[in-house]
């Protein structure tokens, strides 16, 4: 089993930054990916960023540019920097760590408004 524990999410206002950070502990395998979800009302859950433990990254388009995503193996940590954020960047955002199975975090509401 792999527990998830998520902070740093919030309200900011249009063009503000957070940084969202996710502890990995348990079973954790040197080989996985880490990851972030987001979920808006109404909405499916898609894919924000993810990195695997070799730093391999991969960008949802919306994010590009304005969100990086980096991890701490020695901590099992991974983090998400969002710059420039937008309104439409307001969701749930979800923790992810997969290998073998899907682990997920209980997730944290990040609200960008005026």
């Known amino acids: 089993q792999v527990q998830l524990v998520e902070s740093g999410g919030g309200l900011v206002q249009p063009g503000g930054s957070l940084r969202l950070s996710c502890a990995a502990s348990?079973?954790?395998?040197?080989?996985?990916?880490m990851g972030w979800y987001r979920q808006a009302p109404g909405k499916e859950r898609e894919l924000v960023a993810a990195?695997?433990?070799?730093?391999?990254?991969n960008y949802a388009d919306s994010v590009k540019g304005r969100f990086t995503i980096s991890r701490d193996n020695a901590k099992n940590t991974v983090y998400l920097q969002m710059n420039s954020l937008k309104p439409e960047d307001t969701a749930v955002y979800f923790c992810?760590?997969?290998?073998?199975?899907?682990?997920w975090g209980q997730g944290t509401q990040v609200t960008v408004s005026s």
């Open positions: 990195i695997t433990s070799s730093r391999k990254i």
């Open positions: 992810n760590y997969r290998f073998n199975s899907n682990y």
């Open positions: 348990g079973s954790i395998s040197s080989f996985n990916t």
